[in-house]
């Protein structure tokens, strides 16, 4: 589901290039950690994501990040 979730809005090649990286490697990994993989390496290629994206790529490209630390 994770890959499913994030992969949808790209283009086929860019699907298996990214499923040819990471489901070997994945197999074991939490869903989160595969989650952040997959937007780690998405961000990497196209940071702002494709025109009318709706996806959790488009909503994080979209929002600033978030830090735990408080502010000084």
Same mark, same amino acid.
């Given at each position: ?10 283009? !086929? %090649? ?9 489901? %070997? !490697?994945?197999?074991?990994?939490? &869903? ?11 961000? %990497? ?5 494709? !025109?009318?994206?709706?996806? &959790? ?6 929002? &600033? &990040? ?5 502010? !000084?």
């Amino acid at each position: 589901m994770v890959f499913a979730d994030y992969l949808h809005d790209l283009l !086929p %090649e860019h699907q298996d290039a990214l499923c040819a990286a990471l489901v %070997e !490697p994945a197999v074991g990994w939490t &869903p989160g950690k595969l989650a952040n993989r997959l937007r780690r390496m998405i961000l %990497e290629h196209d940071p702002a994501g494709p !025109p009318g994206a709706t996806g &959790p790529r488009a909503a994080n490209a979209a929002s &600033p &990040p978030t830090s735990t630390k408080p502010a !000084p």
